[in-house]
């Protein structure tokens, strides 16, 4: 009881019961929970058996879309003239921000929700 920092072995009980309730677990034939669904919790998205936050996720789609950008900048550098280049150079500096910027986000949102 002290790893989830409860003070009794019926406040667990309790909150199996609320669980329950809610229709998030499921009392086997050996009285054990097992859960039924996973539960669905705002801001986050599963991936796999991970909850993760969604800010991580548009991050991912953000550097997705940066390596794509730079790819093409890469290619097209020795031929494009130079507003071409700084048209490019401005769009790669702004997705990169988006990434960092959710990046950032979403690890400190990850931070402040496993301290909690």
């Known amino acids: 009881m002290k790893g989830i920092n409860l003070s009794s072995p019926s406040v667990a ?4 019961e609320k669980l329950e309730a809610a229709g998030l677990l499921k009392k086997n ?30 991050s991912t789609v953000f550097l997705g879309i940066l390596l ?21 150079v401005l769009l790669t500096l702004i997705t990169g921000s988006a990434m960092l910027l959710f990046a950032v986000e979403g ?8 301290q909690a």
Request: no cysteine; glycine share 4%; charged share 20%.
């Open 107 to 114: 690890f400190l949102q990850r931070r402040r929700n496993k």
């Open 29 to 58: 034939n050996y009285g054990e929970y097992v859960p039924i669904a996973k539960a669905h919790v705002k801001g986050y998205v599963w991936i796999g058996r991970y909850i993760v936050p969604k800010l991580i996720v548009y």
């Open 68 to 88: 794509v950008e730079l790819l093409v900048l890469a290619v097209h550098y020795a031929v494009e003239d130079f507003s071409f280049m700084v048209f490019f």
């Open 13 to 16: 009980y309790r909150h199996l």
